[in-house]
């Protein structure tokens, strides 16, 4: 059906002065990264384009800065020092329009490096548990090499390639990075209440994933007929779906169907949705836009933020100037809630950080950029309660943010604005 060469063989056709995309999150193929990253000697200048990626990143060594730079159109913890160290970059980029950037060549691409399922007796391989831009850079690169792995879960929807589409082929047999769930604290659980409460029967849900998200989902279990249209899910989701809490029966699009662009979890989640049609992958371009996540209705978007000041402008890319992750979805998915008839936005986050400084602000930190406009959010959460920002004054959003600021804060945080602006 397919010859199979080793990684060393097939990233051989990477060449000095061209980009490589690398499939996202749990997808990153190591064992392609891995023998690419070994050509270092004699390899220059190669531009690595990523969203955030799991497991090692040997090329984001600032060591080898002659031989790879990393573009993140987000951040990962693996490449974050590449910015500082001067061998990686940033391109902000909503994630629906990350594709856009390959069909333009605008990001001309010359390689990609994808992780795919064995491909089935009819030769068709599933991209696995991340799609997002991946279509756009199979489809517009001038080279295609995939590592094939027993381990990687054949989903459903857009993901399914057939091996005419793929240029080199290696095969293993290793599993894929897992992110196991962490018990919420005593905050993200308050923090938990406070959203589920919000959440009506029949909504649709877009989270992340982590612990906020998590103590949401395990507050859910007395809904009905909730739907999940989200660029990722993780664990939280499948318990809800196993006790028909989660069954998409009142979607306004993809009905009976969790939608997602990508996955992050336990070994028990990709065992989940190995060949399980009710999970259906489909490319960010599709999953974020906004035109198509509007069409559910009640749709409920829950994103997290570093600080939001008090008229409810929202960073979530940056800490002051400095670069920490990226744009993302949560713009896509805010506006798509917005739009939806009986949809939230939401933004929940931890009053203070963990060192103690409040997240509810006065102003933004100079530099920090403004993911989200003060015209956008409807709701921001913290363990003190709610702030209902839609519709709201100025005055109105900065008492009602203060509230929910904790304690030690708030004098604080209201006298500095005053000063500020002084009204």
């Known amino acids: 059906m397919y010859k199979s060469i080793s990684a060393e063989e097939a990233v051989k056709v990477i060449k000095s002065n061209s980009k490589v995309y690398i499939q996202a999150a749990a997808a990153a193929p190591q064992v392609l990264i891995n023998a690419m990253t070994a050509r270092h000697e004699e390899l220059r200048n190669v531009e690595i384009c990523q969203l955030h990626t799991e497991g090692e990143a040997p090329y984001a060594n600032p060591e080898l800065r002659d031989s790879f730079h990393v573009n993140s159109f987000f951040i990962g913890k693996n490449v974050r020092h590449t910015l500082k160290a001067g061998n990686g970059s940033y391109t902000p980029v909503f994630l629906s329009e990350l594709p856009l950037l390959f069909k333009r060549n605008i990001v001309d691409l010359q390689v990609a490096l994808i992780h795919v399922s064995v491909p089935d007796k009819h030769g068709y391989c599933s991209l696995g548990v991340s799609v997002e831009a991946t279509l756009a850079a199979i489809d517009n690169a001038d080279y295609v090499i995939a590592q094939v792995n027993k381990q990687m879960p054949r989903t459903h929807g857009a993901g399914i390639i057939h091996i005419s589409e793929i240029n080199a082929f290696v095969e293993c047999d290793v599993p894929l990075p897992t992110h196991d769930m962490v018990e919420p604290s005593e905050i993200e ?68 169907r969790a939608l997602t662009t990508f996955l992050m979890g336990s070994k028990h989640l990709y065992d989940y949705v190995d060949d399980n049609p009710f999970i259906e992958m489909r490319a960010s371009n599709y999953t974020n836009d906004v035109s198509i996540i509007r069409q559910n209705p009640k749709m409920v978007a829950i994103n997290s933020a570093i600080e939001v000041d008090v008229t409810g402008q929202v960073c979530a890319d940056s800490i002051a100037a400095h670069m920490y992750s990226g744009v993302g979805g949560q713009m896509d998915f805010i506006r798509g809630a917005s739009l939806s008839e009986g949809g939230k936005a939401i933004i929940a986050l931890p009053s203070t950080t963990k060192s103690g400084i409040s997240r509810i602000v006065p102003t933004l930190k100079p530099g920090a950029g403004v993911v989200t406009t003060r015209a956008h959010v409807h709701y921001v959460v913290t363990e003190y309660g709610i702030a209902n920002l839609y519709g709201k004054t100025i005055k109105e959003r900065v008492k009602a943010l203060v509230n929910i600021a904790h304690p030690d804060h708030r004098e604080a945080i209201d006298k500095q604005y005053f000063e500020l602006i002084g009204y």
């Not at 029967?201 to 809904?223: E, F, K, W, Y």
Request: charged share 20%.
């Open 189 to 256: 659980n308050k923090i938990g209440n406070h959203v589920a409460g919000l959440i009506e029967d029949r909504s649709t849900l877009q989270m992340g994933i982590g612990n906020i998200p998590n103590a949401v989902l395990t507050r859910l279990t007395n809904h009905k007929d909730l739907g999940l249209h989200t660029e990722m899910f993780s664990d939280g989701v499948i318990d809800l779906i196993l006790k028909d809490v989660i069954n998409g029966n009142y979607k306004g699009i993809n009905r009976g």
